[in-house]
């Protein structure tokens, strides 16, 4: 999946490395959703409040019959630019 940046101001560009993760999913059985819906992000706030400027991300959608996941790399670096 995508690692999306979400809330970050208009003049502002946040890059994440790497942009995409792998994941696994524990669901129930048997699963009524689509898994490849589920989307991950980080958000402005939790960079900006970050010591390293690395950030997990959480998840933005996860489809009804998730029980938990698992995703890796667990940690992102993040970088701030200006537009």
């Avoid at 502002?12 to 009524?32: G, N, Q, T, W």
């Avoid at 959703?33 to 010591?51: C, L």
């Amino acid at each position: 999946v995508y690692i999306e940046p979400v809330n970050v101001p208009p003049d502002k560009e946040m890059m994440i490395y790497p942009s995409k993760a792998d994941v696994v999913f524990k669901c129930v059985f048997p699963l009524i959703s689509d898994v490849d819906r589920a989307t991950f992000q980080i958000d402005y706030e939790d960079y900006i409040n970050s010591r390293s400027r690395k950030c997990i991300p959480v998840p933005g959608y996860l489809p009804d019959g998730v029980l938990e996941y698992e995703i890796v790399p667990e940690i992102f670096e993040c970088v701030l630019t200006e537009k």
